[in-house]
């Protein structure tokens, strides 16, 4: 059985092909009450889009997509992973490697898909049982139904989940845990996503550098600092800044107490604290309110490769509707009127209104973004992920139509925010 699926390397007309020019497609097994289903995560370069596969709608996707429009292929099974290349003459070489070591390639444009034990036949369709058993027994405790393969992989203790409690000794996490567990994992595979743009900027002569604006209790940060040093065995310079005395106290505790080198905490505003030297990336896990905006903004003016950050609390521009009624200067009927006529409707519409104008900004500042779902809906509402990567000198300017789209719906809402004031400075 298939858990999960990796596309990239798209060819040049996949727009027509697929309708969107889709750069990255992720796929993982997805188990719920109607059986074994599959999660799709598609990827351009602004916009992620999600759709769900059954067992043979992912077979047939597979053998349409897998080697013709995508050059490189992923999959990985229960017991192998098998990787389907396709070089520009059109020629297909599958190589696959069982999980105790070991590849054996498999060259032709019709290269079968070997029977190894795992639930996938030679014909590309799929044959339930045990394994499929066990795709639905997985993470019950957690209450959520899904295989999981984390970058941090649960029954493997580490050192600072250990200690924060997330995980026993025995590397079992706790059960009260869990959702932590999920949200760090998470974030440290959109980390992953763009390691390879933040380590080409720094050049390799240096530590990457990055810095986490609002830490709190700072499991993102050791998080972040275990898989980039002990992991991925990357040099990294990492500072945790929080405006809490006693917070930044016990997280050094914690730090200098595994021997983390390279990682450090300070007391310190987001909107006024000088680091030694810029960070290439900056993180920011729910910073309350306009708190992201300002550290959007340090990004930007420091010339940042790479930020990612998860907003939280964004009442600005609510409060900003506040003194905004159904109807215009000229007497005629507001097209918003209906999402700001319900209390509810109206604070989810400035939260997303907020986070669409943040992207804007920073496209037109040089960056390419994504939103992104962070974890899903039935576990937080705040789970949207903004991620922007600096645009290269091979790639074109910033693209002014986004600075022409924020002012016109800031002007549509009339409201001004923070982002947009901080930029102009």
């Given at each position: 059985m298939i858990l999960s699926a990796t596309l990239s390397k798209p060819v040049k007309d996949i727009g027509r092909i697929l309708g969107r020019p889709y750069l990255r497609i992720k796929i993982r097994a997805n188990s719920s009450a109607d059986g074994l289903t599959y999660f799709?995560?598609?990827?351009?370069?602004?916009?992620?889009?999600?759709?769900?596969?059954?067992?043979?709608?992912?077979?047939?996707?597979?053998?349409?997509?897998?080697?013709?429009?995508?050059?490189?292929?992923?999959?990985?099974?229960?017991?192998?992973?098998?990787?389907?290349?396709?070089?520009?003459?059109?020629?297909?070489?599958?190589?696959?490697?069982?999980?105790?070591?070991?590849?054996?390639?498999?060259?032709?444009?019709?290269?079968?898909?070997?029977?190894?034990?795992?639930?996938?036949?030679?014909?590309?369709?799929?044959?339930?049982?045990?394994?499929?058993?066990?795709?639905?027994?997985?993470?019950?405790?957690?209450?959520?139904?899904?295989?999981?393969?984390?970058?941090?992989?649960?029954?493997?203790?580490?050192?600072?989940?250990?200690?924060?409690?997330?995980?026993?000794?025995?590397?079992?996490?706790?059960?009260?845990?869990?959702?932590?567990?999920?949200?760090?994992?998470?974030?440290?595979?959109f980390i992953d996503d763009v390691l390879p743009e933040v380590q080409a900027a720094a050049g390799g002569a240096r530590p990457v550098r990055i810095a986490d604006f609002g830490c709190g209790k700072s499991y993102l940060t050791f998080a972040v600092h275990h898989?980039?040093?002990?992991?991925?065995?990357?040099?990294?310079?990492?500072?945790?800044?929080?405006?809490?005395?006693?917070?930044?106290?016990?997280?050094?505790?914690?730090?200098?107490?595994?021997?983390?080198?390279?990682?450090?905490?300070?007391?310190?505003?987001?909107?006024?604290?000088?680091?030694?030297?810029?960070?290439?990336?900056?993180?920011?896990?729910?910073?309350?309110?306009?708190?992201?905006?300002?550290a959007l903004d340090y990004a930007v003016k420091h010339n940042c490769t790479a930020i990612l950050s998860v907003p939280c609390c964004q009442h600005e521009l609510n409060r900003q509707f506040g003194g905004y009624t159904p109807e215009t200067a000229d007497g005629t009927d507001s097209p918003f009127a209906p999402l700001l006529k319900y209390g509810l409707i109206k604070e989810r519409f400035a939260a997303l209104a907020t986070d669409a104008l943040r992207a804007e900004y920073l496209e037109n500042a040089g960056y390419r973004v994504q939103i992104l779902e962070f974890i899903d809906m039935e576990h937080t509402p705040k789970n949207l992920l903004i991620r922007a990567v600096k645009k290269t000198a091979s790639e074109k300017l910033p693209q002014k139509a986004a600075l022409r789209e924020a002012e016109s719906l800031t002007a549509a809402l009339h409201v001004s925010p923070t982002l947009r004031g901080l930029l102009q400075d």
């Open positions: 799709a995560e598609s990827f351009t370069e602004t916009q992620a889009f999600h759709e769900q596969f059954t067992e043979l709608e992912l077979a047939d996707f597979l053998t349409a997509h897998a080697g013709k429009t995508f050059r490189n292929c992923v999959e990985r099974t229960e017991s192998e992973e098998i990787t389907i290349l396709a070089n520009r003459r059109g020629e297909i070489t599958t190589l696959r490697k069982p999980l105790a070591g070991g590849t054996q390639p498999v060259t032709g444009q019709n290269a079968p898909a070997q029977n190894t034990g795992t639930a996938r036949d030679t014909g590309g369709q799929f044959v339930p049982g045990q394994a499929q058993a066990a795709c639905m027994r997985a993470d019950r405790q957690s209450g959520f139904n899904a295989v999981k393969h984390y970058l941090l992989p649960e029954g493997t203790p580490v050192p600072f989940l250990v200690l924060l409690g997330v995980m026993t000794p025995e590397g079992k996490v706790v059960a009260a845990k869990y959702d932590k567990f999920r949200q760090i994992n998470r974030f440290l595979e898989y980039l040093a002990n992991v991925k065995k990357i040099p990294v310079e990492i500072t945790g800044l929080d405006l809490k005395k006693d917070v930044i106290d016990y997280c050094s505790t914690v730090a200098e107490r595994l021997g983390c080198g390279g990682l450090t905490f300070a007391v310190g505003n987001i909107a006024d604290y000088a680091y030694k030297n810029d960070p290439d990336m900056v993180i920011t896990l729910h910073a309350c309110d306009t708190a992201t905006d300002f």
